[in-house]
């Protein structure tokens, strides 16, 4: 139970790996509150999250609306008392090369995966510094570092979502708040499930990712979630403003 007595916020908490943060979140004793725009996947999760027995509140919100995302930190803050955790699962993926990628698209993509991360970040500090400090997860990815034609948007997007957890790492370390960032490899949840989907031979794709890293394989949702787990608890104690790749060496074989 190494998060026993944290309550955390997961945005994006519908998705593949934000729901398996906030499992996990749950089994190592958080009390969680759900943050997601897909009400309905966030209450089916609410709903067997509490049949295990697990303290969790959904809480629907569009990550990108200011006075949504300060709502659902106040409805968060009512029910369990305190916030000491904040995991930023949020993201979407928009493709396209820079030459043809929609303007709507590249707004969309930045909205989501940037701006929401702030907005949760700027609603969810000041709770966790009345409550004494703790930690901020954001979500970025290996892509981060590496450019792939046709995602050159997302890479911009993870690039920023990094830079912001070195900046406010500065900022909230005398506050007691310690700020890191997972940069996962391949997954095998969410863009690569809607990866698979649009492909015209998925099982290539499939081959491709398991090359791409020196383990052979892509990472289960879980095993992202272990990582969220470990920054969050007193195990982490001294590790702030880090990025923490869990990639399965595809980083090192790049």
């Known amino acids: 139970m190494e998060l026993e007595g944290q309550v955390a916020l997961v945005t994006g908490a519908a998705g593949g790996i934000g729901s398996a943060i906030a499992r996990a979140f749950v089994e190592a004793g958080a009390a969680v509150a759900l943050l997601d725009l897909a009400s309905e996947s966030l209450n089916a999760l609410e709903t067997d999250l509490r049949a295990s027995g697990g303290l969790v509140l959904a809480v629907p919100a569009d990550i990108t609306q200011a006075t949504?995302?300060?709502?659902?930190?106040?409805?968060?803050?009512?029910?369990?008392?305190r916030l000491t955790c904040l995991v930023n699962a949020v993201g979407i993926l928009r493709q396209g090369r820079?030459?043809?990628?929609?303007?709507?698209?590249?707004?969309?993509?930045?909205?989501?995966?940037?701006?929401?991360?702030?907005?949760?970040?700027?609603?969810?500090?000041?709770?966790?510094?009345?409550?004494?400090?703790?930690?901020?997860?954001?979500?970025?990815?290996?892509?981060?570092?590496?450019?792939?034609?046709?995602?050159?948007?997302?890479?911009?997007?993870?690039?920023?979502?990094?830079?912001?957890t070195y900046g406010i790492a500065q900022e909230l370390g005398p506050f007691g708040i310690r700020v890191n960032a997972i940069c996962p490899g391949w997954v095998d949840a969410g863009f690569t499930h809607q990866?698979?989907?649009?492909a015209p031979d998925p099982s290539l794709l499939i081959a491709q990712a398991r090359e791409a890293h020196v383990l052979g394989r892509m990472a289960a949702p879980q095993e992202v979630a272990d990582a969220a787990v470990f920054l969050a608890s007193s195990r982490a104690s001294f590790v702030t403003g880090t990025a923490l790749n869990v990639d399965g060496g595809f980083m090192i074989k790049r």
């Open 68 to 81: 949504e995302v300060s709502s659902a930190v106040n409805l968060s803050l009512a029910h369990f008392g």
């Open 98 to 164: 820079v030459d043809a990628m929609l303007e709507t698209d590249w707004d969309e993509l930045m909205n989501v995966n940037v701006k929401g991360v702030f907005l949760a970040c700027k609603y969810a500090v000041p709770a966790i510094k009345t409550a004494g400090g703790g930690s901020i997860i954001n979500l970025s990815s290996v892509s981060a570092f590496v450019g792939s034609i046709g995602s050159f948007a997302y890479t911009a997007s993870k690039g920023a979502v990094l830079s912001l």
């Open 195 to 198: 990866a698979m989907r649009q």
